[in-house]
């Protein structure tokens, strides 16, 4: 079954220490993984997919297909970066794409 | 482009009633998916329609429904309240060929 299962509901970090959001999935072939972010009083948008292979708002995720993990990664956390964070997995590109609980990401002044 | 609205952004129903959520995508996009958003459970998938088929479903029981138009707009309802169904509901859609889910600000949905 297609599951993801992001381990922290809350992670606290100081501003400039490093980030790691944890991301551990389940699925039987090569799934499509994202991350998705919401900041206070936005909306849901996407940050980043692993077949892009991109940074952004310098964000990085790789898939580790022999853990089945897509951690996402964040040298110097910034106030900014403080959000929901939301893990997502799709088996193909008509399938529907399911997400993890989330993480919450409070950065620290 | 507008981007994904939900109407009514805000419902108080009592136990027992139904409800019905609206959904207007994005111009062009044919995908409309629907999320429960619980602060226990997250996000969770409760269908997708696609050209006006139900193309994915996900665990939630058969009091939960919907229906996508012509159009593409789509409708959620939910019959015989639960307490439980107190959510956020979010809708998305995607355009053709695409993976990447645009969501709209969602409706707030009390059951008192």
């Known amino acids: 079954a297609q599951r993801v299962t992001q381990p922290e509901k809350l992670l606290s970090v100081f501003k400039g220490a490093p980030v790691e959001l944890k991301c551990n999935y389940s699925y039987s072939g090569s799934p499509e993984l994202f991350w998705y972010v919401q900041y206070s009083r936005q909306r849901l948008q996407l940050l980043l997919r692993?077949?892009s292979r991109e940074s952004i708002k310098g964000f990085t995720a790789d898939l580790n297909k022999g853990e089945t993990s897509f951690h996402l990664k964040k040298p110097f956390a910034q106030e900014e970066d403080s959000a929901m964070y939301y893990c997502a997995l799709s088996g193909h590109r008509d399938d529907k794409i399911i997400f993890g609980k989330g993480t919450r990401l409070h950065i620290l002044p | 482009k507008a981007g994904v609205t939900q109407t009514p952004r805000y419902l108080i129903k009592t136990r027992g009633q139904q409800v019905t959520l609206s959904c207007s995508p994005i111009s062009g996009h044919r995908s409309v998916s629907w999320y429960q958003q619980t602060p226990g459970q997250g996000l969770q998938f409760l269908f997708e329609y696609f050209s006006e088929t139900q193309r994915n479903k996900g665990n939630f029981p058969g009091r939960f429904s919907g229906r996508q138009f012509s159009n593409s707009r789509s409708e959620m309802n939910v019959s015989t309240l639960e307490l439980g169904d107190s959510a956020l509901y979010l809708c998305?859609?995607?355009?053709?060929?695409?993976?990447?889910?645009?969501f709209g600000p969602g409706t707030r949905l009390t059951v008192l």
């Open positions: 998305a859609s995607r355009a053709p060929s695409s993976d990447t889910q645009y």
């Open positions: 692993h077949i």
